[in-house]
């Protein structure tokens, strides 16, 4: 079964400076979907960013973006001069690019900006 | 186009009482997810749903939990005699078709049984 891990539950960092996210995951599949979520205190859940397996070009969304190590099965989430508002947890995701409906997410890391 | 409305926000419930969450997917999704979230954990898969059938309910507890997708109108998270241990928030996502199209989430229900 997939798995997703997180293993900083919670991580601060400088407003500007940068933070990096970590998030492994296990799965014996080849072809499958990453993303990462932010959700803030108003619960909503926000996709940051997605990465299709199949590409080895690294995704990017303007402050943040992805190392997707494959082989490894890492997807860590960089997050570049890092604003206030970026507060909030931020959850690794993995879909299943065969079974729609298996989404798994990772147990979270609380994301603190200092000012 | 309106996102995934999820009703009500907050649900407070009596041990006993009946819960009922209700999820509106975006205009053109046909699928539907529910999705379980204790404090200060991750999401947990629950049920997938398209309109009028259950796909997979692999998630969701066998006793005194049940879903609907009917063909018109919301899906429906029902939770019949709730307990403490149901205190939880509910997030609905909804799809259209396609295999690597993006889940959009709703804001979540917070069920709190008292």
């Known amino acids: 079964a997939q798995t997703v891990t997180q293993s900083q539950p919670e991580m601060s960092v400088q407003e500007a400076e940068t933070v990096t996210l970590s998030c492994t995951y296990d799965?014996?599949?080849?072809?499958?979907?990453l993303f990462w979520y932010k959700q803030p205190p108003s619960r909503q859940m926000i996709l940051v960013i997605r990465q299709e397996a199949y590409k080895q070009q690294n995704a990017t969304e303007n402050r943040f973006s992805v190392n997707f190590q494959k082989a490894a099965k890492s997807f860590s989430l960089k997050i570049s001069d890092s604003q206030l508002g970026d507060a909030a947890m931020y959850f690794c995701?993995?879909?299943?690019?065969?079974?729609?409906?298996?989404?798994?997410f990772g147990a979270g890391t609380r994301l603190t900006v200092k000012p | 186009n309106a996102g995934v409305m999820q009703n009500p926000r907050h649900l407070v419930r009596r041990r006993g009482q009946e819960a009922r969450l209700r999820c509106s997917p975006m205009k053109g999704h046909s699928h539907v997810y529910w999705y379980r979230q204790l404090p200060e954990e991750g999401l947990k898969f629950m049920v997938y749903?398209?309109?009028?059938?259950?796909?997979?309910e692999s998630g969701m507890p066998k006793e005194r939990f049940s879903a609907e997708f009917p063909k018109e109108g919301p899906s429906i998270l029902r939770i019949q005699q709730v307990v403490r241990g149901d205190s939880a928030a509910y997030f609905c996502a909804s799809s259209r078709t396609e295999v690597n199209a993006e889940a959009f989430f709703g804001q979540g229900t917070r069920l709190t049984v008292v």
């Open positions: 799965t014996s599949e080849s072809d499958y979907y």
């Open positions: 995701a993995y879909r299943s690019s065969y079974n729609n409906n298996d989404m798994r």
């Open positions: 749903l398209q309109k009028e059938n259950i796909i997979d």
